[in-house]
């Protein structure tokens, strides 16, 4: 199951507490005070791992915590640290403290880690308020609490290329040609309802990650259909794969159906609108003499890479070309 959005709460371990003891050795009179200090609680950290792709670790578990410092004792011993606790999540994920509506951390690579909540510092044991006038101090302190905070976790997939288009448009067909991905695919509007991640293999060990976006609707961006809650996914993809239907089951014009999405897209974030596009058109068995293709390139006045998603044709071409504009935007960052 892809889960995209979690709302946790997160402590860190509290410090233990200072001790109070005194010497009490065979032959030796009046033995000063030996209490040793409290340990410190354990951190929280977040952690951005690779083999992570969902939030679901979160889905039945909304309350994480540190580990609880030792308590300090006598003979100066002073009390074990308590265990950090490294909660991992994957690449994409945004963190957000709920109470201060505020982005704390974007862990957009994996192996970014940081530090959200500090365990509690430890007391001090009496020795430590010993001196010239108080040689006996029954004094101590108490351990402090641990940090802690209400968080709302928000992954934005990270890949190399995005799918989007009208439902059933063929996004799910392309990559399940494409890569080893297998997403649900059938002929009723909507049949994807979460994003799908696959990788691209090419020839030379060449590699890039595909993200099947589900269907986007005119209101999307408004909260419309499904789109809303996925439109935030494609915002970190590289290039923008709009599939075109070019014989819609719903006898809508192609053209039409691409102008609102692009509408869309721009509603969402206009630095979403202004990544690279390429246009494919899609079902393309259905136009054996390409007639249809070359309308809808006149009118768009803009290439159109054709293909055919059920058969495979055009498919090696296209992820040829998308592997070199993925190339030549990694070179230009």
């Given at each position: 199951?892809?889960?995209?959005?979690?709302?946790?709460?997160?402590?860190?371990?509290?410090?233990?507490?200072?001790?109070?003891?005194?010497?009490?050795?065979?032959?030796?009179?009046?033995?000063?005070?030996?209490?040793?200090?409290?340990?410190?609680?354990?951190?929280?950290?977040?952690?951005?791992?690779?083999?992570?792709?969902?939030?679901?670790?979160?889905?039945?578990?909304?309350?994480?915590?540190?580990?609880?410092?030792?308590?300090?004792?006598?003979?100066?011993?002073?009390?074990?640290?308590?265990?950090?606790?490294?909660?991992?999540?994957?690449?994409?994920?945004?963190?957000?403290?709920?109470?201060?509506?505020?982005?704390?951390?974007?862990?957009?690579?994996?192996?970014?880690?940081?530090?959200?909540?500090?365990?509690?510092?430890?007391?001090?044991?009496?020795?430590?308020?010993?001196?010239?006038?108080?040689?006996?101090?029954?004094?101590?302190?108490?351990?402090?609490?641990?940090?802690?905070?209400?968080?709302?976790?928000?992954?934005?997939?990270?890949?190399?290329?995005?799918?989007?288009?009208?439902?059933?448009?063929?996004?799910?067909?392309?990559?399940?040609?494409?890569?080893?991905?297998?997403?649900?695919?059938?002929?009723?509007?909507?049949?994807?309802?979460?994003?799908?991640?696959?990788?691209?293999?090419?020839?030379?060990?060449?590699?890039?990650?595909?993200?099947?976006?589900?269907?986007?609707?005119?209101?999307?961006?408004?909260?419309?259909?499904?789109?809303?809650?996925?439109?935030?996914?494609?915002?970190?993809?590289?290039?923008?794969?709009?599939?075109?239907?070019?014989?819609?089951?719903?006898?809508?014009?192609?053209?039409?159906?691409?102008?609102?999405?692009?509408?869309?897209?721009?509603?969402?974030?206009?630095?979403?609108?202004?990544?690279?596009?390429?246009?494919?058109?899609?079902?393309?068995?259905?136009?054996?003499?390409?007639?249809?293709?070359?309308?809808?390139?006149?009118?768009?006045?803009?290439?159109?890479?054709?293909i055919s998603a059920a058969t495979g044709q055009g498919i090696k071409e296209l992820t040829e070309l998308l592997w070199q504009r993925i190339k030549s935007l990694k070179a230009v960052v």
């Amino acid at each position: 199951m892809f889960v995209d959005e979690a709302q946790i709460r997160v402590k860190a371990g509290d410090g233990g507490n200072g001790c109070v003891s005194f010497r009490h050795e065979k032959f030796v009179a009046r033995g000063g005070p030996d209490g040793g200090d409290g340990g410190r609680g354990g951190h929280v950290y977040f952690e951005a791992k690779a083999d992570k792709d969902t939030l679901l670790d979160f889905a039945g578990k909304h309350h994480w915590r540190a580990e609880n410092a030792k308590h300090g004792q006598g003979k100066n011993m002073y009390g074990a640290d308590g265990e950090d606790l490294v909660i991992p999540v994957p690449p994409g994920t945004l963190i957000y403290d709920t109470d201060l509506d505020l982005l704390l951390k974007d862990l957009n690579e994996a192996g970014m880690k940081i530090l959200l909540c500090r365990g509690g510092k430890g007391g001090r044991g009496n020795r430590a308020f010993a001196t010239s006038t108080n040689q006996a101090p029954r004094e101590f302190e108490p351990g402090k609490p641990g940090q802690e905070r209400n968080l709302r976790l928000e992954l934005k997939l990270i890949a190399d290329v995005g799918l989007v288009g009208m439902p059933n448009a063929g996004k799910s067909t392309l990559l399940s040609r494409s890569s080893a991905a297998r997403p649900k695919i059938a002929s009723y509007p909507f049949t994807t309802l979460e994003p799908v991640l696959g990788i691209v293999e090419l020839s030379g060990f060449r590699r890039f990650l595909m993200a099947d976006i589900p269907g986007l609707i005119e209101g999307a961006s408004k909260g419309a259909g499904l789109g809303h809650d996925f439109l935030r996914h494609i915002e970190r993809t590289k290039i923008i794969v709009h599939i075109l239907d070019i014989m819609p089951t719903d006898d809508s014009d192609p053209i039409a159906n691409y102008h609102a999405i692009r509408k869309e897209l721009a509603q969402h974030s206009e630095a979403l609108a202004e990544k690279q596009e390429v246009i494919v058109a899609n079902k393309i068995d259905l136009d054996p003499d390409g007639s249809i293709v070359e309308d809808l390139r006149t009118r768009l006045s803009q290439d159109i890479i054709p293909i055919s998603a059920a058969t495979g044709q055009g498919i090696k071409e296209l992820t040829e070309l998308l592997w070199q504009r993925i190339k030549s935007l990694k070179a230009v960052v």
